[in-house]
Nanobody
Framework: QVQLVESGGGLVQPGGSLTLSCGAS?????????MSWHRQAPGNQRELVAG???????NYADFVKGRFTISRDIRKNMVYLKMNSLEPEDTAVYYC???????????WGQGTQVTVSS
């Protein structure tokens, strides 16, 4: 499996911004992974926030469209989630996921806490 390490979470005021980072092992195989960010708030199920395919196509949950941007750096084996206009409802633990059906990969990071509060 792939080792994923998230960073960049923290406390931010409503309307503020954060950028989450996820570093992935997997070396030369990283370009073959579809990467995504998910989140889970207390009492809620984990939900998809944004994804980026191995071909670079992106998709977003309706609740973050226009506010969040997912990107990846193939050379650094990194994926990012730029979050703008944060709302208290965005408070959750954010998880990075790497998936490849061809390589039988479905790995999760340990999560990073994002808290939006004044």
């Amino acid at each position: 499996q792939v080792q994923l390490v998230e960073s960049g979470g923290g406390l931010v005021q409503p309307g503020g911004s954060l950028t989450l980072s996820c570093g992935a092992s997997g070396g030369k195989w990283f370009p073959m992974f579809s990467m995504s960010w998910h989140r889970q708030a207390p009492g809620n199920q984990r939900e998809l926030v944004a994804g980026i395919s191995d071909g670079g196509r992106t998709n977003y949950a309706d609740f973050v469209k226009g506010r969040f941007t997912i990107s990846r750096d193939i050379r650094k084996n990194m994926v990012y989630l730029k979050m703008n206009s944060l709302e208290p409802e965005d408070t959750a633990v954010y998880y990075c996921n790497a998936k490849s059906t061809r390589l039988d990969i479905n790995s999760w990071g340990q999560g990073t806490q994002v808290t939006v509060s004044s």
